[in-house]
Structure formats: C-alpha cells, structure tokens
Nanobody, 121 residues
Framework: QVQLVESGGGLVQPGGSLRLSCAAS????????MAWYRQASGKERELVAG???????NYVDSVKDRFTISRDYAKNTVYLQMNKLKPEDTAAYYC???????????????WGQGTQVTVSS
C-alpha cells in the first residue's frame, strides 16, 4: 500500500507565501516523477509543477518565477514553495507521484487527498 500525504495548505493574503509538502509512504521500491496539480472550483485539474527523478523541473507559465518545486529523495517527499500568491492561485492542490511498489513492481500513479489553498484578503 502506497500513500501520499499532503500538508501545508491554508488561507493567506495576496502577496503572501505558503509551502506545501507531500510525503510518499508505504512499501515503495522506487519513486520517479513527482508533481503538484491544482483544481479550482468549476475548472479542470491542471499541472502546476513537476520534478523528475533526476531533478529536472517544469512549471505552468502562470506560476513561473513565483513557485518552486523541490524534493527530498531520502524522505520521498516533494515540496512546493509558493510566493507572491494571487487570488487566482486559490484551488485544491494535489500531489502526484509515479511509484514502483515493492509488492507489484509495476510503475503506478498515485494521488494525494488534496489540500486547500485560499488566497484572499
């Protein structure tokens, strides 16, 4: 059983910062790419930022120069540092990971339960 557990969401004023964390736990053989998605009310889920196993990163244009994705390989944890937050960043943020469980040895997708980020004054 593999789980992704997120933390760090909340209410913040425009211009403020938040740091999201997502830890993969369970019977894990390997963790490959990890990413953050978000889904605003009434909109489709979108990729916000991703980081590969070798550390390459990519971002949606709307968050470039404001958000930074990083990971701790030893802890199987991915972070999203969000600065200069805007009201349009308000959404539920979901962690995603490509994991090889020790039980199946098959590369599989996993999602976190989501954490709400609300940017409002």
């Amino acid at each position: 059983q593999v789980q992704l557990v997120e933390s760090g969401g909340g209410l913040v004023q425009p211009g403020g910062s938040l740091r999201l964390s997502c830890a993969a736990s369970g019977s894990i053989s390997s963790v490959y790419g990890m990413a953050w998605y978000r889904q605003a009310s009434g909109k489709e889920r979108e990729l916000v930022a991703g980081i590969t196993a070798d550390g390459s990163t990519n971002y949606v244009d709307s968050v470039k120069d404001r958000f930074t994705i990083s990971r701790d390989y030893a802890k199987n944890t991915v972070y999203l540092q969000m600065n200069k937050l805007k009201p349009e960043d308000t959404a539920a943020y979901y962690c995603h990971a490509l994991v090889v469980p020790t039980i199946t040895h098959a590369l599989s997708r996993y999602w976190g339960q989501g954490t709400q980020v609300t940017v409002s004054s």
